[in-house]
């Protein structure tokens, strides 16, 4: 199982970034996918999810409204678009995979909002 981030960056308030998740190893479209973050001191919290089909996602209170998550089954990958960006937004963006009780991780991609 590889799950490889990418799309990370700094950005000013307001600003919008898109974060992918190229996943490979397994059968991307039987599992749901999650985006996590971590700020600096902080614990990795999770940020949104989405079901195998795409049908159903949920997001983080802070996020709702900003950030839209989706996947493209065919291509094996998933996003993070995320709008309106603020500066408690910056941390490193992680995806995530559970498989047969087991988590898989990407290595993560940082986002930095900053004027």
């Known amino acids: 199982v590889q799950l490889v981030e990418s799309g990370g960056g700094l950005v000013q308030p307001g600003g919008s970034l898109r974060l992918s998740c190229a996943a490979s190893g397994f059968t991307f479209s039987l599992y749901d996918m999650r985006w996590f973050m971590q700020a600096p001191g902080k614990e990795r919290e999770q940020v949104a999810a989405?079901?195998?089909?795409?049908?159903?996602?949920v997001y983080k209170d802070s996020v709702k409204g900003r950030f839209t998550i989706s996947r493209d089954n065919a291509k094996h990958a998933l996003y993070l678009q995320m709008n309106s960006l603020k500066p408690e937004d910056t941390a490193v963006y992680y995806c995530r995979v559970q498989i047969a009780n087991r988590e898989y991780w990407g290595q993560g991609t940082q986002v930095t909002v900053s004027s």
């Open positions: 989405i079901t195998s089909f795409g049908d159903a996602m």
